[in-house]
């Protein structure tokens, strides 16, 4: 089946500019979370949303990042004012999250951005 | 503070050898650890879960063994092969948090 599709796969945006990156996850899944992986690092956690509730966003590095999920499926993650450290991989991953039980995280393949 | 570290960032091997991967971390009390494989412009892939009341888990050639009183995971891959070339990240997961903490990684070369 489909797995978890980010879009778009290369954004270069101007220091200064808005940009949105959207995620869809694996249908059915309950969870959704948001990391930000730097070049030669491991993914660093954003945010996580359970069905449409967003239930942690402690990793959000600033208040320039804000994430939705309005119905539960498709997220985006929006950045403003971009500024040239948010230059990284965005890495969103869905997880199916029976209840009681631990599960894997099915990650899509990110979105690089590139803030010049 | 808080730290994951997995062992030097490059290492190669050669085939049919068996390719070990540390993974320590220091001040966390992770319920469950989890390794996933990360190819170059892809996103990291799942591999195996152990929970903290477990010594080892096994799926086909891959190996893992979690030693809370050492605070250390080691992954091992037998018979390793040229397509088992990757970057190796291990994860933590500490209590009710679904999120995941990573180490920053092991790079693996399998020479044929």
């Known amino acids: 089946g489909a797995g978890v599709s980010q879009s778009p796969r290369y954004k270069v945006a101007k220091r200064g500019q808005d940009v949105a990156l959207r995620c869809d996850p694996i249908s059915g899944h309950v969870s959704l979370f948001w990391y930000q992986q730097a070049l030669g690092q491991g993914p660093e956690f954003l945010t996580y949303f359970q069905n449409e509730a967003q239930l942690d966003k402690s990793g959000l590095p600033s208040d320039r990042f804000f994430a939705e999920r309005p119905e539960g499926s498709v997220s985006t993650l929006k950045i403003q004012r971009t500024q040239q450290e948010d230059s990284a991989v965005y890495l969103c991953?869905?997880?199916?999250?029976?209840?009681?039980?631990?599960?894997?995280?099915?990650f899509g393949p990110g979105t690089r951005l590139t803030v010049t | 503070s808080q730290k994951i570290e997995q062992n030097s960032e490059a290492l190669n091997i050669q085939e049919g050898k068996t390719a070990t991967l540390t993974c320590n971390y220091t001040n966390y009390s992770p319920a469950y650890l989890q390794w996933y494989r990360q190819d170059p412009g892809r996103g990291p892939v799942f591999l195996l879960l152990?929970?903290?009341?477990?010594k080892e888990k096994r799926k086909e050639r891959l190996k893992v063994t979690f030693d809370t009183t050492l605070k250390q995971s080691l992954f091992h891959i037998t018979a390793s092969q040229p397509a088992d070339s990757a970057t190796y990240l291990c994860?933590?997961?500490?209590?009710?948090?679904?999120?995941?903490?990573f180490g920053s990684g092991t790079q693996l070369t399998v020479l044929p």
């Open positions: 152990i929970r903290e009341n477990e």
């Open positions: 991953a869905s997880s199916l999250q029976n209840r009681g039980l631990l599960d894997e995280q099915y």
């Open positions: 994860a933590l997961g500490e209590g009710s948090a679904r999120q995941l903490t």
